[in-house]
Structure formats: C-alpha cells, structure tokens
C-alpha cells in the first residue's frame, strides 16, 4: 500500500568529498588573494579610490589613533 520507492541513484561519498575538497580550497585561495589585495594598499587614498574604480569617494571613515582611546560603548564614570 504505502511503498517507499527505491532511491534513484546511489550518493557518491568519495567524489563529494573530493569536489568539497576542491571547493573548499578554491574559496579559502580566493579569501587569501582577497585580503592580500586589500592588504597592498591599493585603496588606501581617496584619490587612488577615484582613480582605480572611476566613481567618486561619498565618505571616509577614520583610521584609529593610537593616543585616543577607543570608545568601549559605556560612559564615562
């Protein structure tokens, strides 16, 4: 009455395993090429921003300053 019916194909594991190597390797090799890049101070300048990519700079965010303490989220006692 109620037959479940037999899988159509049969699960693989060793080439899962394999292409998950493979795609694991690919993204954390694009992860490292990313960061490098950022990393090379390619966009470091709002001029070098305009001149690689051709759009305008809309905003900046400043870098922290080492006499400066950062803020910790709490007020000051």
Not at 25 to 41: H, K, R
Request: overall charge positive.
């Amino acid at each position: 009455d109620s037959v479940i019916d037999a899988p159509l194909y049969k699960p693989k594991p060793l080439t899962n395993a394999l292409a998950g190597g493979v795609l694991g390797a690919l993204i954390g090799a694009l992860i490292v090429l990313a960061l490098e890049w950022m990393a090379a101070d390619i966009l470091a300048t709002p001029k070098s921003v305009e001149r690689t990519l051709g759009l305008p700079v809309l905003g900046t965010i400043p870098a922290p300053s080492a006499d400066k303490p950062a803020w910790t989220g709490r007020r000051p006692q």
